[in-house]
C-alpha cells in the first residue's frame, strides 16, 4: 500500500496561493515529510522538507498536521514555471524514500 | 557544473539481453540511489547505497543488481531484462547525512521488447 496519498490533479490560477495536501496516514514518528517536483522531461527537483514543525523557504511552506497524518505544501503565488508533478514522499531512518504517485498542478494564466 | 550523469537517455533492447544503465555524480555525495517510474505508480526506490561498497535493497529490487566500487558511480544491472521492466529510471544522490535532498539524473528510458 502506499504510504502517501495525494490528489491526482489540481488546477490554479496564476498569482493565486495553492493548497498542495497529502496525506500519510502511517507515518512513523521519526519519519521525515519531504515534497518534491518534477517538470516535463526532467528528473524531480527537491522543494521543502519538515519533521514537526512547519517550515518556509523561498520556494514554498510545509504545513504539518499536530498528528504529523497529512500535510499540505502551500505555494504562495503560483506561476506558469510551477505548472509540474508534486510527490509528497516519506524519508525513513534506514534512508529509503517513498514516494506518493503525484499531483500535476496545472497554472492558468 | 554540480550534476547527476545518466547513460544512455533512452535504450531499446530485447528480453534477455544483459545491460547497464550508468550514473555518476560529481559532487562527492556517500549515498546514491536509484529509481523506476511508471504510470500511475510514482518513483519507486530499486536499490541505494551509503556508501562505497555499501548496497541496499529498496521496494522494488527484483530483477536488478547494483555495484558501488566507486564514490562517484553506481551503475544499474539487468542481467537479463524483461518486458516489465520497461520503464523510466531515475538515478540520484544526497550527502549521506541529515536531511540533504536528492538531486537527480534526467533519467533513462528503457524498453525491452
Known amino acids: 500500500d502506499a504510504k502517501t496519498t495525494q490528489p491526482n490533479s489540481m488546477e490554479s490560477n496564476e498569482e493565486e496561493p495553492v493548497h498542495l495536501p497529502c496525506n500519510h496516514s502511517t507515518i512513523s514518528g521519526t519519519d521525515y515529510i519531504h515534497w518534491y517536483r518534477q517538470l516535463p522531461s526532467q528528473g524531480p527537483e527537491y522543494v521543502i522538507h519538515g519533521l514537526t514543525s512547519n517550515v518556509n523557504n523561498r520556494m514554498a511552506s510545509l504545513a504539518i498536521a499536530e498528528d504529523r497524518k497529512s500535510s499540505t505544501l502551500i505555494l504562495h503565488r503560483a506561476t506558469l514555471r510551477d505548472a509540474a508533478v508534486y510527490y509528497c514522499i516519506l524519508r525513513t531512518t534506514g534512508n529509503q524514500f517513498y514516494f506518493g504517485t503525484g499531483t500535476s498542478l496545472t497554472v492558468i494564466p | 557544473e554540480a550534476q547527476v550523469t545518466q547513460n544512455p537517455r533512452y535504450l531499446i533492447t530485447v528480453t534477455g539481453k544483459k545491460l547497464t544503465v550508468t550514473c555518476s555524480q560529481n559532487?562527492?555525495?556517500?549515498?546514491m540511489s536509484w529509481y523506476r517510474q511508471d504510470p500511475g505508480l510514482g518513483l519507486r526506490q530499486i536499490y541505494y547505497s551509503m556508501n562505497v561498497e555499501v548496497t541496499d535493497k529498496g521496494d522494488v529490487p527484483e530483477g536488478y543488481k547494483v555495484s558501488r566500487k566507486e564514490k562517484r558511480n553506481f551503475p544499474l544491472i539487468l542481467e537479463s531484462p524483461s518486458p516489465n521492466q520497461t520503464s523510466l529510471y531515475f538515478c540520484?544522490?544526497?550527502?549521506?547525512?541529515?536531511?540533504?535532498?536528492?538531486?537527480f539524473g534526467n533519467g533513462t528510458r528503457l524498453t525491452v521488447t
Open positions: 540520484a544522490s544526497r550527502i549521506g547525512t541529515g536531511n540533504s535532498p536528492l538531486h
Open positions: 559532487m562527492n555525495h556517500e549515498y
